[in-house]
């Protein structure tokens, strides 16, 4: 990506805009799949979480198949789930793993180290994500008038290793795991859309959701039904595991499903995102 701004200080990027009056809009991301590719790290630890209980090991389709169905965003159900349609607990058929002895052998993948301990200790998978776009692009988003933040699913020392280590991002508007029920919920989308946006309403600039799966696209149809007011656009790319060649079918299927579920659009990048914003005129809420 060609950066269109030159960083110029290394320490905090503004989320919102300097001059006067709100946003001209709320941009919110999701992470997994669209701020990192998570094929060699979340989606490697499903994989191998679900080998390790059955000997077994799903292929990506499987995977793509149940996040499909819109209520799998955990990636320790998900497994659990794998683990249950792969028969296991049935008679003659292993037991399923107790719930925390899974989480226990999927952050024993993912982070290969103590989830809470120093990140550079860490050496699971989760040492294998690459960025999807960089810190400049942030700061174009600012420089636009954009507030923007994250709303994940992902535990929240993963969520902040991505994105203050990595990325360089000060102190990232961020809802993780646990700081709000699970999407397609979408308590935690309205509560940071309100932090950045103020009350939200027909006053107020819209608010746009980039995710990559099936649940992020409820989450935002969610969102709507209870601030039905609010304008809400539901932007969804498909997770960097479909963008290779070869698998342009599959990607075109999961696209369709993503849009059947109610996204206002397909982007085809992350870092294509500002282009399907509608930006509100800057302090249009004031009166
Ligand atoms: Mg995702």
Not at 189 to 206: D, K, M, S, V
Request: with cysteine; net charge negative; proline share 11%.
């Amino acid at each position: 990506m060609a950066p269109a701004l030159t960083p110029s200080s290394p320490a905090s990027l503004p989320v919102s805009p300097s001059s006067g009056g709100g946003p001209a809009a709320v941009l919110l991301f999701d992470i997994d799949g669209v701020i990192r590719d998570v094929g060699a790290s979340y989606r490697r630890a499903i994989v191998e979480t679900v080998h390790q209980f059955s000997g077994q090991r799903p292929d990506p389709a499987a995977i793509d198949a149940l996040k499909a169905e819109g209520r799998w965003n955990n990636d320790w159900e998900a497994s659990l789930e794998l683990l249950r349609r792969g028969g296991l607990g049935q008679p003659g058929r292993r037991p399923l793993p107790a719930f925390e002895a899974l989480v226990e052998v999927f952050n024993g993948f993912y982070f290969g180290g103590d989830p809470d301990g120093d990140p550079s200790a860490w050496r699971g998978f989760i040492g294998q994500e690459p960025l999807l776009v960089e810190r400049p692009f942030f700061e174009v988003l600012s420089a636009a008038g954009v507030a923007w933040g994250f709303v994940s699913g992902a535990e929240p020392p993963s969520a902040r290793f991505v994105l203050q280590a990595r990325l360089g991002l000060a102190d990232p508007p961020l809802i993780a795991m646990g700081d709000a029920p699970d999407k397609p919920d979408p308590t935690g989308l309205l509560r940071l859309a309100r932090t950045l946006a103020g009350p939200l309403g027909p006053e107020a600039p819209p608010v746009a959701y980039l995710g990559d799966t099936v649940a992020d696209v409820l989450t935002v149809q969610r969102a709507r039904a209870q601030q039905p007011g609010q304008r809400f656009l539901s932007l969804a790319v498909a997770p960097p595991h479909l963008q290779q060649p070869g698998r342009e079918a599959e990607r075109c299927r999961y696209e369709a499903q993503l849009l059947a579920a109610g996204a206002d659009a397909v982007i085809p990048a992350t870092d294509r995102v500002a282009e399907h914003l509608p930006l509100a005129p800057r302090g249009s809420r004031l009166r």
